[in-house]
């Protein structure tokens, strides 16, 4: 009899999606979700392989929320853990989804190395999801934050296609404004091919 390392189960099933959870005792727990592409078993173990490898930073109650997706020959992988009140998140695109995947792993563990004291400041939250070696340890390439401007202005109420416009009048790249229709703080920001996108709160 042949014993797998890892419980898989089925949570969710959706067109366009799947969710699924990979399970180890000693490991962390990944959540990978397929957007117009099959999570097959190579993409699978390729994840668990090489986001395996941030292992040796995570405590194995932490969850790694992982989603592939595909839009013609953009092969996407956005990965978020949230720990201790941050979201570590980041996103890779390329031709191939396997290159996608390693790139994105070394992306987090660059973040993790420079970004390290701002993530364990409380060490005793950050236990929960850290461990101990990661906390302990010194990296070199570790950088302090400088904030070297600062610039105040007032949030008028607008609708996001006006503050669209009014971003473009501006010459800028992002626009913050309170949304006319939900009196929340919003954010729009230029996209590639002249689109825009609309960041909103979330409770």
């Keep these: 009899m042949i014993l797998c390392p890892r419980r898989l189960r ?3 099933c959706r067109i366009g999606g799947c969710h699924i959870i990979l399970e ?4 962390m727990k990944f959540v990978i979700l397929g957007k117009n592409i099959e999570v097959t078993d190579g993409l699978r173990a390729a994840v668990e392989e090489k986001i395996g490898k941030l292992e040796r930073y995570f405590t194995p109650e932490t969850e ?5 997706s595909v839009e013609k020959d953009r092969q996407k992988i956005e990965v978020t853990i949230p720990v201790k009140g941050n979201i570590i998140r980041s996103e890779q695109v390329s031709s191939d989804m ?3 995947i390693d790139l994105v792993e070394e992306i987090i563990e660059r973040q993790l190395k420079k970004y ?8 005793q939250a950050a236990a ?8 302990e340890k010194d990296y070199m390439d570790e950088e302090e934050i400088k904030i070297i401007r600062s610039k105040k202005f007032d949030i008028k109420p607008m609708y996001p296609e ?10 800028h790249t992002f626009f913050v404004f309170i949304n006319a229709e939900t009196d929340q703080v919003n954010v ?3 996209r590639k091919g002249n689109t825009y996108g609309l960041i909103e709160p979330e409770a």
């Design 10 to 12: 089925l949570r969710r």
């Design 24 to 27: 180890r005792d000693d490991s």
């Design 64 to 68: 790694v929320h992982v989603t592939l």
């Design 98 to 100: 396997y290159v996608s």
């Design 116 to 123: 390290k004291s701002k993530l364990t400041d409380n060490q």
């Design 128 to 135: 929960s999801y850290f461990k101990k070696d990661y906390i």
């Design 162 to 171: 006006d503050a669209c416009v009014q971003m473009e009048l501006l010459g």
């Design 188 to 190: 729009v920001y230029k």
